[in-house]
Nanobody, 117 residues
Framework: QVQIVESGGGLVQPGGSLSLSCVASGFSFTFSSYAMSWYRQAPGKERELVATITSNGGRTNYVDSVKGRFTISRDNAKNTVYLQMNSLKPEDTAVYYC????????WGQGTQVTVSL
């Protein structure tokens, strides 16, 4: 059974940093064969793609609003993908979801990030 578990969310002040982790297990194929993405969904808004990393970690892509502030990375030996978030803004407040992509996609349950004074 596939399990994708995000962690690391919380409350942080504007300008602060958080590091999210996503651990995956139960895949039919090795973790290293899956591209991984982070999405976020703010209240009343559609889910938005934030960042993607290729299966071998060789390429990354980011939505314009987080470029230069967020970094996606992965450790295939640990079946884990990370999202380092720096210079956080109130508009980054959302539930952050991890997604594994191959032929079939799998979602985690999300972790709440709140940026506020």
């Amino acid at each position: 059974q596939v399990q994708i578990v995000e962690s690391g969310g919380g409350l942080v002040q504007p300008g602060g940093s958080l590091s999210l982790s996503c651990v995956a297990s139960g895949f039919s194929f090795t973790f290293s064969s899956y591209a991984m993405s982070w999405y976020r969904q703010a209240p009343g808004k559609e889910r938005e793609l934030v960042a993607t990393i290729t299966s071998n970690g060789g390429r990354t892509n980011y939505v314009d609003s987080v470029k230069g502030r967020f970094t996606i990375s992965r450790d295939n030996a640990k079946n884990t993908v990370y999202l380092q978030m720096n210079s956080l803004k109130p508009e980054d407040t959302a539930v952050y979801y991890c997604k594994a992509i191959r032929v079939t996609s799998y979602w985690g349950q999300g972790t709440q990030v709140t940026v506020s004074l």
